[in-house]
């Protein structure tokens, strides 16, 4: 693992319930890109994420996060490692009995010794830069599907992470919405310098603002690299099919 | 990478009586929580403009910036100017971006309805809106039972009949267990002060008689209250959540009809089952209680059967119809009615048991009254 990779994935395998959805996979992903995880519904994007955030248990393999392995690590060492990127769920998993300021705090409050004030003002922060000011005191059964999105990824980023996961971040949005999400983690990784680790099937997305893609079918990657120049220059049947299928129904 | 655990501290010195903050190393959350007190106090504390120097500071995270808006919200506050010097382009860029203004400490305007007399209408409209839809949820369910009456064929028996088992065999061991138990600690505690007046064989009356009119009926629906009914309202609740109940809703079901009435006509069938079974089980506990207590069982069996009469299991066979009903159409209204998120589930299930439970006590003092006037 060089100095410039932030996740290193090695000869991964995994899978659940006895079934192996994916065998032997390994990649890397540099600092400060926008690193996208393709694939059909099914194909184990979101087994994957899962398997890095070491929420599944891996079958086989290692993955290194900031050069520490998340697969074989307890206790203080897990914690270390967990404290080093932040995620957002598919559907947000925002705490529903608590306003969107708790729910940015609470990592806050559990991991730091921040005063209240500090927390407070700290989370307000993290709501502004992803477009939620003023939005603190409502719960997330108060807002849109999108803006718990937001809120969120304001979550994950609590904690100053170098490294975000986003599990399908524009999947159930609007075409303005998934816009405006896209220009977030846009802003959010130029700005701030986070690495973005995101499971996705949206071309548009994937497109605008990805630097590099792996793609996933069979349980293996079937393509890695600029999702443009795999658009342009497909190097398989599979890799041609879902930019060609996406681009019409795009259009 | 931002998220590192800083290899050295940041150090903070004040300066000028606290005119000049110095900063150096790192701003992160747990250098920001260390410095926290005392930055904020110089800043209170000092005169004129403040001059937070950050030329040392060679990282500045989200917690860095919230000290940092503190620092000017409290020197504005204290009519001073703040002056920021020297942070590194790239975080001062970040800083720049931060509407400060939104993010003071000030408590967040509250989101009522705009005073008093706006609250009150609030809540009011609300409980008669609640009452209205309680009524209309009665009407609905007697509606539905009276029409499935007629037309039995519309009762989706499979899945009614998983209903009754959830409720009714499964809740056996509990319902025989508590039953069981009450008969034998009534016995204890009225077989020693009856003994002492040489009445003792009159404690198989006592038993038999509670267990039966009163204890039988009202043990059952609480245990019916706690078990069904709240696993009525957390069921309908969740499905509420979902937008199941809307999904049937478009499709042209009614929801009372579709799920309350199946579960209250199950509540209906079963509880005076489970309180013939809760009767019998508080009466063997208290006969056991007695051959404890060296009574021959031909005695007990033959002052049983003196003591017993029809229309003491009939009492409270009539309340167990009601209170069944009232258990499972209670667990169905709450879920029903249930608000949005996973919390208000949770606040169904917990209103269906206290609204059940509260409802059986007072149907119970209803049904003491009208039967002492009726003299059955």
């Known amino acids: 693992m060089s100095a410039d990779d932030i996740v290193e994935v090695r000869g991964l395998t995994a899978g659940y319930a006895g079934r192996t959805v ?19 519904s099914g194909s184990g994007k979101s087994t994957l994420l899962k ?32 404290r080093k990127f932040g995620v957002m769920y598919q559907g947000g998993a925002l705490f529903g009995s608590m306003n969107l300021e708790s729910n940015v705090s609470l990592p806050l409050e559990e991991w730091t010794r921040l005063p209240s004030e500090a927390r407070l003002l700290l989370a307000r922060l993290k709501l502004q830069q992803v477009g939620l000011d003023g939005f603190g005191g409502y719960l997330p059964s108060e807002i849109s599907g999108g ?13 100053d992470p170098g490294l975000l996961f986003l599990d399908e971040p524009s999947s159930g949005l609007d075409p303005v919405t998934s816009g405006e999400m896209d220009d977030l983690i846009r802003s959010l990784s130029r700005n701030l310098g986070i690495t973005f680790v995101i499971a996705s099937h949206e071309l548009s997305s994937i497109l605008a603002i990805a630097d590099r893609v792996i793609m996933l079918d069979g349980g293996g990657i079937v393509a890695d690299g600029d999702p443009r120049e795999l658009r342009e220059r497909p190097t398989n049947d599979y890799v041609r099919a879902f930019f060609r299928h996406g681009k019409e129904r795009a259009a | 990478m931002a998220g590192d655990r800083p290899a050295e501290t940041a150090t903070l010195r004040v300066e000028d009586g606290g005119s000049r903050l ?14 926290w007190g005392e930055a904020l106090g110089a800043a209170d504390r000092g005169r004129g403009a403040l001059l937070v120097d950050c030329a040392g500071v060679d990282y500045c995270g ?14 504005v506050g204290r009519g001073r100017a703040m002056e920021l010097r020297g942070l590194a382009p790239r975080f001062r860029e ?29 809540v009011a409209t609300g409980r008669a809106a609640d009452w209205r839809a309680e009524t209309e949820f009665v009407g609905a369910t007697a509606a539905g039972l009276l029409s499935l009456a007629r037309h039995p064929r519309r009762l989706r028996v499979r899945e009614w009949w998983k209903i009754v088992e959830k409720a009714g065999s499964d809740a056996l061991p509990i319902v025989g267990l508590i039953s069981f138990l009450t008969g034998v600690i009534i016995a204890f505690q009225a077989a020693m002060p009856m003994r002492q007046f040489g009445v003792d064989i009159f404690v198989v009356n006592l038993v038999a008689l509670a267990m039966t009119r009163e204890l039988g009926p009202i043990m059952t629906a609480i245990v019916l209250a706690g078990r069904t009914g709240s696993a009525f309202a957390a069921e309908i609740g969740t499905m509420k959540v979902n937008e199941e109940v809307a999904a049937l809703t478009t499709m042209g079901l009614d929801p009372v009809r579709f799920l309350a009435v199946p579960r209250v006509l ?43 009469k029809l229309q003491d299991i009939a009492a409270g066979l009539i309340k167990s119809f009601f209170f069944g009903a009232v258990v499972a159409g209670v667990g169905c209204l709450r879920g029903l009615r249930t608000g949005a998120g996973p919390a208000a589930v949770g606040d169904a299930t917990t209103r269906s048991v206290v609204t059940g439970i509260f409802l059986i006590v007072v ?3 209803i049904f003491a009254v009208v039967y002492y006037n009726i003299d059955f």
């Open chain 2, 94 to 122: 970040l800083y720049d971006t931060i509407d400060r203004a939104k993010l003071r400490l000030a408590p967040a305007p509250p989101r009522g309805h705009g005073g008093w007399v706006a609250e009150v209408g609030f």
């Open chain 2, 363 to 365: 149907l119970d003092a």
């Open chain 2, 22 to 35: 110095r900063f150096t190393g790192r701003l992160d959350d747990e250098t920001v929580a260390a410095c």
């Open chain 1, 147 to 159: 803006m718990q999105k937001r809120a969120a990824v304001a979550r994950a980023m609590a904690l």
């Open chain 1, 22 to 40: 994916l065998r032997d996979l390994s990649f890397r992903v540099r600092c400060g890109e926008i690193f996208m995880i393709l694939g059909g």
């Open chain 1, 51 to 82: 398997n890095m955030i070491g929420l599944y248990p891996a079958m086989a393999g290692e993955v290194l996060i900031g050069g520490e392995d998340i697969v074989g690590a307890r206790g203080a060492a897990r914690e270390r490692i967990l």
């Open chain 2, 266 to 308: 199950a509540g209906i069938v079963v509880t005076p089952l489970l309180t013939v079974y809760a009767m019998a089980a508080g009466i063997a506990g208290g006969l056991v209680v007695m051959m404890l207590i060296d009574f021959p069982l031909s005695t007990l069996m033959n002052q049983l059967s003196g003591a017993l």
């Open chain 2, 62 to 75: 989200g917690a860095g910036f919230a000290l940092l808006a503190a620092l000017e919200e409290a020197a």
